[in-house]
C-alpha cells in the first residue's frame, strides 16, 4: 500500500527533480535548515520564500544568511529497481 510522497518514490513511481531546488537556511542561533522546494519552475526568490514558510522562520531577524540552489539527481531508477545516492 502507498501511504506517503516516499512510499512513492520507494515504489519506483515519483522521481524527485534534479531542477527542485534545495535552500539552506541559516539562522541567527547558529542552527541550519535545509529545504527541498518543488516544482522547480518556481524561480529562486519564490522557492526561499515558501522554504521560510516552511521552516516558520517569521521574521527577517532570525536569519543568518540563506542558500538557494538546484538539486541534482538524488533518484534514479535502475534496471534492477530504485537506486538512491
Do not use: Y
Not at 522521481?15 to 542552527?31: H, K, M, N, Y
Not at 516544482?39 to 515558501?50: F, Y
Not at 521574521?59 to 534514479?76: F, M, Q
Amino acid at each position: 500500500m502507498i501511504g506517503s510522497k516516499d512510499d512513492l518514490v520507494a515504489q519506483g513511481i515519483l522521481r524527485p527533480s534534479e531542477q527542485d531546488w534545495r535552500v539552506r537556511i541559516f539562522l541567527a542561533d547558529g542552527t541550519n535548515r535545509t529545504v527541498r522546494v518543488s516544482p522547480g519552475k518556481i524561480d529562486e526568490a519564490t522557492a526561499v520564500e515558501r522554504a521560510l514558510r516552511h521552516a516558520k522562520v517569521l521574521h527577517p531577524s532570525l536569519l543568518d544568511r540563506v542558500e538557494a540552489e538546484r538539486v541534482a539527481k538524488s533518484t534514479t531508477v535502475a534496471a534492477f529497481g530504485i537506486q538512491s545516492k
